[in-house]
């Protein structure tokens, strides 16, 4: 679960994360719920993410999971300015 801006479109999410994704080992990024209310910042929405990863070739470490996810956060930060909920 992640804080983007409230005009933030699902698509313009979605893209940021895939851009620049290994295809191989990230396979989809679902929408799955968007929350707005006391608990998130005005003019900010919380978005609920779902990460399709893996790999035809290898089963994957956990750390190599834990990597793709951190990866996604990152680029959607970076791209959108969002940010992960802590809470």
Known sequence: TSYSDAS???SDIETAIMAK???KLLHKVAFVDEY???QVPDGKKSVTLRLTI???EKT???EEIESIANTAIKRLSKTLGGEM???
Request: avoid cysteine.
């Open 54 to 56: 893996g790999s035809a």
């Open 21 to 23: 994704a290994d295809r």
């Open 60 to 62: 994957l470490k956990s």
């Open 8 to 10: 933030t479109k699902w």
């Open 85 to 87: 909920r802590t809470k």
């Open 36 to 38: 707005r209310g006391k």
